[in-house]
C-alpha cells in the first residue's frame, strides 16, 4: 500500500544529529582520505515480518540520491514494497551509491525499518488472530507523540481499519476512529447525558458509539444508550477494567443478547482492554458475537524488528565483513525505485 | 537528573493531531454545552520502573498551564522527578486545571512517559546488571529516527553512561561515544589502515575505540592495532557476528591475556552484540575482563511501561469510573512543579 | 471438638447393605467354621489431614460392641479425636473384639472417616489461607443431601465458623448462615425491594446480608442497599459470576472506598464465587478488605483420604499381610473410647 | 438406564434441613408478601459429564409436584436421561412451577447432581480406558455409607458391570460383586485354606475369586489356589500393595503364563489397587492379559461436577442475573418428565 | 557386518578374573554337589538399539563352547547378526550347553553386548540424523585405550564410515581416518607451513585435510591454505573451540562461498566439535554444506545398554525366576551359529 | 589412594594403534622436518569430578619418560593424586618433554582419564548419597571386559568399600564381593537348598549373602533362609525385579521387622536392583534399615568426563591454539611426579 500523501523528511534526522556518531566520524575521516567508492549496502531483518517504513525510507532517500543531485554513477535503490512480508535474512532493501551520499543516514533508515516493521508486523498477527471480525489500532497512548502517527500508520499497513489518531488516519488516508473518553463521561455523571451530548454536537457523519463501563454494569448500560439514541447508536464499546474482571465473551453475549430482547439487533458491540492475540482467541474460540476489536498495547508495545545494513560490494568487488557471504545476495523479490519520486 | 536543554514542544504535538480524535471531540461537545470543570487527573502506571519524560511532559505543560495564559483558578502540577523508581499503580503525575486546558494533550503525556520510562526501566536493569562495569546506549538503530534522541536520553536516565547518537547525548548533557562503523573498516580493507586513518583526522580528544572483528580474528586483530596504535589506542571493541558465535567471556579473557602479554595492559575492551541482562550476568558470573559493555536493542527494544490517566475529581468532588477508588490517591511523593519553568 | 447432639446410628448401615458384600460371606464363612478369633484391627490414612467422623464411628462402635451386649472379652477401641491433626500412616483408631462383632463394618468405618476428613482437611486448608478472615461453609449444593449435613459439620471441624444447612450447622451446635437466594431478588425485580422484604418478615436476630450482583454493577448496588437499610444491614456479598469476571480484589477495595465514602464504615463485605486456597491468597496479598469468606466447592468437592484397614494381631499373635509390619503399631497417641458412651 | 426400583424419597430432604438456610428463609418471605409467581428454572453443569442422580431428583419432584397436589398451573419437568452424556453448561432439567412448590429443593437438585455425575463421569473415563475389559466398581470404602449405595449405583450408570455393595448393586437391579476380605485369610493363616472354606459354604452361584496377595507371591499362590479348587476357581485377584510395588502388567503376563502353562488357561485374573485412567493405560498398552480391573478410589474419590439452577423465566417474562441471558434456553435434547411416576 | 579379522579372546577374560565372583563360587559349588544340567540362557537387552558385540562374543564361545571339546550334548548357539537392529526385551543370544562350560562368562557375554551395542546405537542415530552426509568416528580420545579399537569398530557397526584409530579402523576392515593434531600446527607455528610439511611427507594416498583454527579466522585461513596446497588439498577441517563459539552453520556456509569465490569448489569441509544429533540438525536444517562430520563423545560417551541373561530351561524343564516367564522366548529372528568357527 | 599393585602398561596401546591416527603421522611429519621441541602439554577436564586413571598413565609415562631413556632435557610430570576431586578446566597433569616422546600417547593418556574419572565421579555421587551406609559395585556385567577391572577400581577410588571382580578387586587391593547368581538358585530349585549348598561347599571366610527374591516372597524367603542357616547367615539380597515393583523402602522396613520378630536381629539386608542416587536417596529419606546397597549401573554406565591436552609452551615460548590462553596456567596443587617409579 501507498500512504496516502508523502512523508516529509525530518529536518534532525537529516542533519544527522540522530545519527550514530561513528558514521559521521566515518564521513570526516574519508573525505580527509579522499576516499569515496560506489558501494553496495544490503539491508535486512533478523526476524520474520511485514515491512513497514520503506516509503518513508524512500522519501529521505528521494531527498539525497535524487536526481537534481547529479550524482556519478546514478544511484540504484532497489527494495520490497510497503506491508510486503519478508522473511528472517531477506534483503528489503539494497542502495548502490557513492558512499558519502548515503552512509550517514544508516541509522536512521534502519530505526525506521525496525520500529515501523516491528508494528506493523504485531498488528497482522493480531488481524489475522481476529478475522474476519476487523480490527481497529489505538495504541497512542503508548507511544511517545512524536512517533504516534508512525505507529497508527503502521497498524493499517498491517491490516487494521482504522486508527485513532487524525495524524496516524490521516497518513494512512482514512478518518480517524473514535468513541468518547472516559472523562467526558466522569464530567457530563452519566453516560446517556453525555452520549446525548456527543449525539447533539458531533458531525452526523461520525458514528455514535458509546463507551458504557463508566458508571454501570455494561449490560444495563447498553440498554439505556440504545434507548435514549435509538437508530443513531451505532454502537457500544466494552472496556471494562481489570478491576471488574476485564470483558469477557459471555458478556458480550449477554449483551448481544439483551439489546437483541431489546428491539436493538443493529447496535454493534466493540471490545476492548487489554486485547491481544490470546485473548481475541479466546473470544474466537467462544463464539462470541464482536463487532470490532480495538487494540492498543499488543500491536504499540510490539518491540522493532531488527534490522542490519552491510556492505557487500565497493567499487565492484565483493566484500564482507567476517561472518557474511561477501557479494550481492540473489534476492529476486527486489524492486527498483524511481527515485525521481 | 535534569536534561541539560529544555525540551522544546513539538508543533504536531499541541496541534492535538497525534491525540486520540475522541479527545478533541470531547472537547467540542463541552464547548457546545459550557461545560469546563476544574479536574483532578492522576497518572499512573501498570508495572514497576524507573519514571523517564516528565520533564518532557512538563515542558509541554509549562506551555499550556503557564502563567501567562492566567488560568482561574491556578493549575496545580505535582509529579515525581526524572529518573525516579516507581511502582505499579503509583501516582506519578496529578494535574488540577480546568480540563478545557489540557484534556486533549492525555495521549502525548500518556505516551511520553509510557515509552521513555519504558526504555529507563530497561537501562536500569542492564545497568545494575553490569555493575560496577558501565554500559553505554547503542540503540539508535532500533527505533524511529524521531525518537532515536529520547531513546538515548531515557538510557542516560536508566543509568548508561555515553551514548551513541549527538541529539540523544546531548539532550543528557554529554558527548556522543562511539567506535567506528564497519564500512569504514571494509572501505580501507584493513583495520589497522581504518585506525590509522582515525587517528589521524579524529579530534585527539575522542578516544579511539576500534572494532576488531571485521576481517580477522579478534584476538589476532587486537594484538596488530595495539601495535599500530600503541598508547593512543584507548580500546578495542568485540563485537563479533552471531554467525562466529558471538562474543564469548573467553574471548574476553584470551584477548585481554594476549594484550598484556604483548605489553598492552591498558588497552580497554569494550563487548557489545546482543549483549542483555542473561547475557551480561553470563559475562560477570565467568569473571570476563570486560571495560564496558555497549548494548542497543536490550534497551530500545523494550516495551513502552502503559500508564493510565484518571479523572478523580470534578469541581471539588470525588469521582471515579468503575474500577478506581473516587477521589484523590493519598501520594506523599508527590512534588509540587514551577509551572513558570 | 464435639458434635452437640449424639450421631443416630443408621439402619441401613447397620444391616450391612452398604458394605462390601466380600464382609457379609466372610461372616458367613467364619461362622460356618466357628471360628471367632479377637482380632486387632488398625485403621490408618493414606496421607496427612484433620481427622473428622470419628464421633460418628464411635456412634456406631457403641451400638454394636457397647456393655450391653455381654462381649466377652471386652472390646477395646482407642482412636485419635475429632479435629485432630493426622500424618499419614497414622493409627487414628484401633479396635480389639471379636471378628464377629465388627468385621461387617469395615467399609462404613473407613468410607466415614474418608469423605468426612477429607472435607474437613479442605476447610482446614481454606482457613488457615483466610485466618485471620472468618470462613464460612455454602457448599450443600454439591453434594448428596444425605451427607449435607456431615459436610456442613466437617467443615465447622475443619475451622469454618459457619455453614448453610440447619441440619450441617446444628449437628456442629450453630445456627445456620445465609444471605438470600439469587431467585428471590429476581423474583422482587430489585435487590432494594427483595432486602426490604427480608428486613421485613425475617427474625431481627438473623443478620440482614444482601446479594448485590443481581441486577446491577456491585458497587451502585451496595450503596443503595446501604441506602435503604441504614444501620440494620449487616453487610453485602459480592458473589460476581464467572461471566462478569468474578470477584476481584480492588472490586472488595472499591466497594469499601464507596461504602466508607457514603457514610457506612460499619457494613461488611462477604466475598464468594469460587474461593479455593489460591484466590484467597490472592485477596489476602493484595489487602483486600475483606470481612468474610464464603467457600462451597473448595471444600464440598475435595476428594476423600484414603483410609485402611489392617487386621495386626490374631487372638494375641502378631499377624499382617505382606506389605505390613506385623503386630500393634506403636501409636502413643491414641486414647481409649468409653462405650459405654 | 433406569433403576431397579424406585427412590425412596428421604423424610431429612423433604424437610429442607439439609437445604441452604436462605431458601427457607426465601420462602418466608414470599409468602409474607404474598408473592408465588409461576418461574423456569433451568439447570446445567459446569463442566462435560455423565448425568446421573436425575432418576432420584424426579423422584422427588413427582412427590413435591406430583398431580395429587392439584397445582395451578400444571408444572412442567423436562430433563435429559440417566446416563447421557451433558456438555458444559448445557440444560439438564428444566422445572416451571409455582416457586413456592420447589424453591426450597434447590440445594438437594443440585447437589444430588453434582455428586452423582461427578461419580458416573469418573466411572465413565474409567470404563472407556479399558475397554474391552470390564470394570468393577469398589470404591464403597471411599465414601460415607449413607450415600455408598448412590456411588455404586453411579459407577454402574457410568459403565461398571459390577458393584461391591448390595444396596448399590441392587439400586442397579445388579447383584454385588466381591472376592473375600484380606481378614479372612489373616483369620484362617492360609490363602488356600481360606479359599477352600468359601467354596463350601458360599452359594455356588456366587463366583469363587480369591485374593492371592496375602501371604506369598502371588504368582506361587495362585498357582496353589488353582490347583486346590481346580475348575470351581473363576478366577484370582491381584491385590498387590504399594508396598510391595503394586501390580504389574509384567506380573499378570508371568501369572497368566504360569497358570496357562499348569493347565489352568480358564483361570480368570481380576486387577486392583490403586487402579486409575493413567495405570489401565498402562496395562492396555503393555497388552497385560487383565480379565477385569476393579476400581475404587478413582471412581469415589472423583470431586462432584458442580451444577447451578437459575430462573430464567417470572409469570411469563424472560429474566436472568447479571452474567446469564435472560429467558429460556434453547434445549432440544430435553424431554417432558411424566410427574404421575 | 563381519569385522575384517577374528576377534582374539583375551586370557585373562578367560580365566574368569573379570567376572563377577559368585559365578565362580556358582561354579565350585555345582562341582562339588555333582550338579551340571543342560541349561538354557536367553539374553536380552533393556531398551531399543543396534546389536555391536556379538561377534566377540561367539569368538569366545567357539573357544570354549567349540568341537573339539566334545560336549555332550552338542551346545546350541543362536543369535542375531552384528549390527541388526533389536528392541527392548527381545532374545538376542540363546545358549543351551552344560552350565559348567559357560556360566562363568555371563559377566564377559553381557559387558561385551552391552557396552559395544551402546556405541553402535549412538553412532547410528547420529548417522541418521546426518544422511546423506557421512559421518566419521573420532571418539577414541574418550574411552580406555583398552577398548578404543572396540569403541572405533563399534562406530562402524552402527554406521560411520571411517575411524580414527588404526586397530579400531582395522579391526573393521578400513584404514583409519585423520587429520592433524593442533599440536603439530602450534609446532610449525603456521597452518600453511604445517600442511606443507604434511604435503610433503605423508603417503600421497592419504587425503590432505587440514585443521584451520588453530592461529587465525577459519574463513582467512581455509583460503590460504588452499591457495597453498592446489588441487591437492582434499579439504578442510572446521573445529572451532567453545571458546570462540563452536562451528556454526553459517560459518560452514561463509568458507564454502568464500572457497567458491577463490576457485576452490572441490575443497570439501570436514566439521567437528561438539557435533552430536542435536547439533547436526541445526546444521542440516540450515542447509549448511558440510561435507562430513567428525563425531567423538556423542558416540564415545554413550552409556552401555544393560543386558541380562536368564537360565529359561534346566534339563529340559522350563523355568525362570520370579518376574520372568519360565521357558523359551519365542524368537524366530534368532539364527544358529556355526560353532566349528 | 594407591593401587596395590604396579598398572602394566599394555603392548597395544604402546604401540600407538589405539591411538588417533594423526599422533602417528605428526611424528613422521616432525621427524623428516627434524622438528623436535620441548614442549609443555597441560591436561584438563570439561566438567567437576574425582581424577582416576593418573596412576595408569603415571605407569605409561614411566615406560616412555622413564631415566634409563636418557632424556635431554629431563622430562617433567606433574600431576594431581588418584581419587583427588578436580573442577572443570583445572589442570591435573602437566608433561614438559621432548614432543617425540610422548606426542603419540596423547589419546591413550585421555582416554584413560576420560573414562576412569567418568566411573569414579558417579561412584563417588552414590557413596555421596548413600553415606554412612556403605556401598558396593556391581557394575562389571555392563562394561566390555577388557576395562571390567578398571571399572571396578575406578569405583573403589570413588568411594565403594568392594567390587564383584576379583581383578577389580583385586587392582584395589582387596577381595572380590559377591551373592549367589540367579542361575545357581534355579539349579537347586530352591533357595534353601542353594543357600545349604554354598555354606557347605565356600571358604568359611565369605560372608554368606543369600539372593532371596528368586522363587518365594522377599519377606518368606528371608525368614527360612535365616531358620536354615541361622548364625552363620550375614545377611540377605534383596534384588527384587523391575517386573515386580522392584524393592521398595517398606519392603526393607518389613524384612526387617519380620527378621527381628524371628530372632534373627543379626542378619544384614543388602539391596540391590537399579539403584542409582534418586532411589538411593528415597530409602534414605524413608528410614529404610538398609546395611548396604549394591551398585551396578548407575556408575558403570556414567558417560566419560572429557579431558583435553593443550601445548601451553615450545621450546620454552608460551604459546596457544586460538581459543586457550597462551602459556602455562597457574596450577598450584600440583605434584612432581618422580618418574623413576
Known sequence: MSPSRPFEPDAGVLSGATADVYFDRAQTILQAEQLDPVVTM???????????????????????????????????VEALGEGEAFAAKEIVLRITARYSAFGLYETAILGTLSQCSGWATA??????????????GFGARHVHPKVADQMDYASVVGGCIGASTPAGAGMAGLSPTGTMPHALVLIFGDTVRAAEAFDRHIDPDVPRIVLVDTFKDEAEE????????????????????????????????????RLDQAGH????????GGMDVERITVFKDAGAPVDSFAVGSAISDAGPIDFTGDLKEIDGHPVAKRGRIPGRTDSPRLRPVDLAG
Do not use: M
Open 123 to 136: 498488528a497482522r498477527r493480531i488481524v489475522e488472530a481476529a478475522a474476519p471480525i476487523p480490527v481497529i
Open 222 to 257: 447498553s440498554l439505556r444508550v440504545a434507548e435514549a439514541l435509538g437508530d443513531r447508536l451505532w454502537g457500544v464499546r466494552l472496556d471494562t477494567p481489570s478491576e471488574r474482571g476485564r470483558v469477557t465473551p459471555e458478556l458480550v453475549k449477554e449483551v448481544r443478547a
Open 42 to 76: 544490503e539491508v535486512f531483518p533478523r526476524g520474520d515480518g511485514i515491512l513497514c517504513g520503506i516509503q518513508e525510507v524512500v522519501a529521505y532517500l528521494r531527498r539525497i540520491l535524487g536526481p537534481e543531485h547529479h550524482h556519478d554513477p546514478n544511484p540504484l
Open 265 to 272: 439487533p443493529k447496535v454493534r458491540i466493540v471490545v476492548s
